[in-house]
């Protein structure tokens, strides 16, 4: 059963486990959560947020180090910010939701459910996969994180850009370009270095997938880079009852770049899931 606060601050701070966390907190109905990716912030979910929150109450975090959120502990680890998420719910009287999360947040997203199974309704995993880091995977996120504390995070956007979004995108649409370069710069070096030491210590959970009983449903951009379809695929074989949707078109940010299909998947998936 959800719970809900009465006089809500849609926008709002608060100290949650000794760091101060941003949020939006809109709508009524069942709850759901949406945690962003990496290097962004809470603000990539706006072309969700309308959607969603005529049906449901909407809770979307800057988790720490991005956005409005304070930058804390290093490595920020996916448990540590699932732990964040969990703590923010019980100060918001959420019993239960359905966890969203794309590409890091998908991360989040399986941390959360290993760590929390009973306070999820339903799991949205969107442009992420369930494999660990390579090696050299983790190498390439320390120089990552030593380049942003050096140079700040203009070299990232520069690199990270041309991986995020589809070929097409980036030739025909400046102002998803302009969007998404903004939330990169705009996040903190310091933040930016903790998530990438975190994402580079998570545990492998593809072994964790078949133990999934909670409606899930997979997304992925058919463009994406950084986790293709083929890591969607295998997430979808191997949690028993999962969905899973292909955004055409679309690069690592599907929500962003073709945010009707999206919608559209997110929306009958939930409505199912609350049927």
């Known amino acids: 059963m959800t719970q809900f606060t009465i006089a809500r601050n849609p926008k709002a701070k608060t100290l949650v486990r000794g760091i101060e966390i941003a ?5 009524s109905g069942p709850s759901v959560v949406l945690l962003h990716g990496y290097p962004f912030n809470r603000s990539m979910w706006r072309d969700q947020l309308d959607e969603l929150q005529q049906n449901h109450r909407v809770i979307i975090p800057d988790l720490r180090g991005h956005g409005e959120s304070a930058v804390a502990q290093s490595p920020a680890t996916m448990e540590r910010m699932a732990g964040d998420v969990a703590s923010l719910l019980e100060i918001l009287n959420v019993s239960r939701a359905a966890i969203a999360g794309l590409s890091m947040g998908g991360y989040v997203s399986l ?12 799991l949205v995993l969107a442009d992420t996969r369930a494999q660990a880091d390579t090696e050299e995977a983790k190498q390439n996120r320390e120089k990552q994180a030593e380049k942003a504390l050096k140079e700040g995070m203009e070299g990232i956007a520069d690199t990270l850009l041309p991986k995020l979004l589809a070929t097409e995108t980036i030739a025909t649409r400046p102002e998803i370009v302009k969007r998404v370069r903004k939330m990169i710069v705009e996040t903190a070096p310091e933040g930016a270095a903790a998530a990438l030491r975190g994402m580079a210590q998570r545990q492998d959970q593809t072994s964790f997938l078949s133990r999934i009983i909670a409606p899930t449903l997979i997304i992925v951009g058919s463009e994406d880079a950084l986790t293709p379809v083929d890591d969607a695929e295998m997430m979808h074989r191997e949690i028993g009852g999962s969905r899973l949707e292909v955004i055409k078109g679309a690069g690592h940010v599907s929500n962003i770049e073709n945010p009707e299909q999206f919608n559209q998947a997110l929306i009958k998936f939930l409505r199912g899931v609350e049927a």
């Open 23 to 27: 949020y939006d907190d809109l709508g």
């Open 111 to 122: 941390a959360f459910y290993r760590l929390f199974p009973m306070r999820v309704r339903a």
